[in-house]
C-alpha cells in the first residue's frame, strides 16, 4: 500500500512487499495493513503464508495490523461472512468484523493516545480513520489498551461470559477498543497512514528498534557527520498487501 510506504518514507524507513514465505526469513519487523479480510485471507492461503506468518509471530517479532491486519491477529473473530476466515492469530482478543458497519458507515474520530503521546509527544488526541472498521470486543489480561471510542448506540460490546473479559468488559461498557498492544504485537482498528500525523508509525519503528539491537544485520546502518544529530534507522520493514 503506497500510503503505508510513504508514512514509512517520512520516517527514514523503506518497506518492502512480502509475497513469499521465505521472504519473512530475512526481515524483523511486520505490518499487516487494512483491506478485504476475505480476500487477503485468500490470497494469503493460495501462497501458503499462513504457517510463516504464524512462525513469525510466535519468535516475538514486531507485527503491527491496521484494520483487516487486526483481524488476521486476533485470536477470535466474530461477524465473519459464512464459513468464515483463517487467521495468524497471536493476540489475545476477539475482533467483531465490520463491528462499525459498511463502507457508507465509515468515519472520523479524535481518539486520546496517553501511551502514544508519552511516547511521541505531540497533541493528546490522535485522529482516527475507521473505514469499514472492525471493534475489539474482547481483550485477555495481557493486552494493553491504547485507544477506545464510545461505543454506537446500536452496538453491544458484550459477546459472552468469558471470565478472562469479565473485568475489562465492565470498565467498556459505554465503549469499544480500537488499538491495543500485546507484546511485540500492535494493531489499531482505524488507518494511521491515512493522516499526516506519523506518532504511530514511529511508535511501532521504536518497538523494532528495541528488538532489532539484538539482530542488527536487519537494519541498514548509516553515519551522520555530526554526533549530536541522530537521524531515525531506516529498516527494511515488509508490507505483507494483497496483490
Aim: glycine share 8%; aromatic share 6%.
Amino acid at each position: 500500500m503506497e500510503l503505508e510506504r510513504r508514512a514509512l518514507r517520512k520516517l527514514g524507513v523503506k518497506g518492502v512487499e512480502i509475497r513469499k514465505p521465505e521472504q519473512l526469513q530475512i526481515v524483523s519487523a511486520l505490518i499487516i495493513p487494512g483491506g478485504e479480510s476475505t480476500t487477503m485471507a485468500k490470497l494469503a492461503k493460495y501462497h501458503n503464508l499462513f504457517p510463516a506468518l504464524r512462525e513469525f509471530v510466535k519468535m516475538g517479532k514486531p507485527v503491527w495490523g491496521t484494520c483487516a491486519g487486526l483481524i488476521f491477529l486476533a485470536n477470535k473473530a466474530t461477524g465473519q461472512k459464512t464459513g468464515g476466515q483463517e487467521l495468524i492469530v497471536g493476540l489475545d482478543c476477539m475482533v467483531h468484523r465490520n463491528f462499525f458497519g459498511s463502507q457508507l458507515q465509515s468515519f472520523e474520530a479524535e481518539l486520546l493516545i496517553p501511551k502514544i503521546v508519552a511516547e511521541e509527544g505531540g497533541p493528546p488526541s490522535f485522529r482516527g480513520v475507521f473505514i469499514r472498521a472492525p471493534g475489539i470486543i474482547e481483550v485477555g489480561p495481557e493486552v494493553e489498551v491504547l485507544a477506545d471510542i464510545p461505543t454506537p448506540s446500536d452496538k453491544n460490546v458484550h459477546s459472552g461470559p468469558s471470565v478472562e473479559s469479565q473485568q475489562e468488559n465492565a470498565r467498556m461498557e459505554n465503549k469499544v477498543i480500537v488499538a491495543v498492544k500485546q507484546g511485540n504485537l500492535l494493531a489499531t482498528a482505524f488507518h494511521p497512514e491515512l493522516t499526516a500525523d506519523t506518532r504511530w508509525h514511529s511508535y511501532f519503528l521504536k518497538m523494532t528498534s528495541a528488538i532489532s539491537e539484538d539482530a542488527s544485520s536487519s537494519i541498514i546502518s548509516q553515519s551522520t557527520e555530526d554526533p549530536h544529530f541522530r537521524k531515525p534507522p531506516i529498516f527494511d520493514l515488509p508490507i505483507y498487501q494483497q496483490q
